[in-house]
């Protein structure tokens, strides 16, 4: 079983940044790994994701704010966020898709979930 921890979130002021970090407990090179979130009342959406290549999609919402990367020698993915706006309040979960699959913005695509961490800006 993968395990995925997610680690970083927290309270912010609009405007400001946080870094966002995902430990995986087995091997991600080769796996599609993505970030989702979900704000209170709404399903959980598509933020960004970075293929087993190393190329990378994001959300409209989060393009030019949102940075995603990963460090398969370390097995970890990171989600740097700037000029964080008060709609980007939800909890950030960290996802692993299937081996040499192609990215997908669908939920249902990926395979193993971390528990998820806040991310809660003020206006």
């Known amino acids: 079983q993968v395990q995925l921890v997610e680690s970083g979130g927290g309270l912010v002021q609009a405007g400001g940044s946080l870094s966002l970090s995902c430990a995986v407990s087995?091997?991600?090179?080769?796996?599609?790994m993505g970030w989702f979130r979900q704000a209170p009342g709404k399903e959980r959406e598509f933020v960004a994701a970075?293929?087993?290549?190393?190329?990378?999609y994001y959300a409209d919402s989060v393009k030019g704010r949102f940075t995603i990367s990963r460090d398969n020698a370390k097995n970890s993915v990171y989600l740097q966020m700037n000029s964080l706006k008060p709609e980007d309040t939800a909890v950030y979960y960290c996802?692993?898709?299937?081996?040499?699959?192609?990215?997908?913005?669908?939920?249902?695509?990926?395979?193993?979930w971390g528990q998820g961490t806040q991310v809660t800006v003020s206006s």
């Open positions: 996802a692993q898709g299937f081996r040499y699959s192609s990215i997908s913005y669908s939920a249902d695509e990926y395979d193993y």
């Open positions: 087995a091997r991600i090179s080769g796996y599609p």
């Open positions: 970075t293929s087993w290549s190393g190329r990378t």
